[in-house]
């Protein structure tokens, strides 16, 4: 994961940190009032207390963020124009994470990695029906802050088009999240 660049000039390993470094951050703002050490577009449902009392314990959510890319050495291709790319990258981080050892809870984790960026809305109640639903979306909403700081920042159009995503299923999810918990 050290030795394999995310992107030009970043390891792996330091994308992970940074995600997490990023969640830690807005953990911080959120549960302590700290202030923001980083450059962020919050969303309103990001303070949600139904999210954050949905979130897994935090050894599980660090290891997650920090190794969720650790299969990436294993399925780097390069194509003929030069761009990386790695394939199935989640489901191959999470067979490398089983591998070594790693938690179940984490490998799990690893594997749904892709499925906030991706979620369409038809898939949006079994999304936020999953223990680890509050946890993939806050993951989520600090991955694209923290791939923003490299490409170009918050007001990129790649950061926009991602977050306008993020945003609406964020609301969507942490409304059925807040009935769920009026409901118990």
């Not at 050894?59 to 761009?83: A, M, S, W």
Request: glycine share 8%; net charge negative; hydrophobic share 45%.
């Amino acid at each position: 994961m050290q030795d394999c660049e995310q992107t030009q000039g970043m390891s792996i390993l330091q994308h992970g940190e940074m995600v997490r470094d990023f969640y830690l951050d807005l953990k911080g703002h959120v549960t302590e009032g700290a202030p923001l050490r980083y450059e962020w577009k919050l969303p309103a449902w990001a303070t949600a207390p139904a999210l954050w009392a949905s979130l897994l314990p935090a050894t599980t959510i660090e290891n997650y963020q920090v190794f969720h890319d650790c299969g990436k050495p294993l399925c780097r291709e390069v194509d003929q124009e030069g761009k990386v790319h790695f394939p199935d990258h989640a489901k191959v981080s999470a067979q490398a994470w089983r591998a070594a050892g790693g938690a179940e809870a984490e490998a799990r984790l690893i594997e749904m990695d892709m499925d906030i960026h991706l979620l369409k809305a038809e898939g949006l109640e079994q999304f936020a029906a999953r223990p680890e639903a509050a946890t993939l979306l806050l993951t989520g909403l600090c991955e694209i802050h923290a791939n923003a700081s490299m490409f170009g920042g918050i007001d990129s159009t790649s950061f926009k088009m991602k977050w306008k995503h993020i945003d609406r299923r964020g609301k969507q999810i942490a409304a059925l999240l807040a009935l769920k918990e009026r409901m118990i």
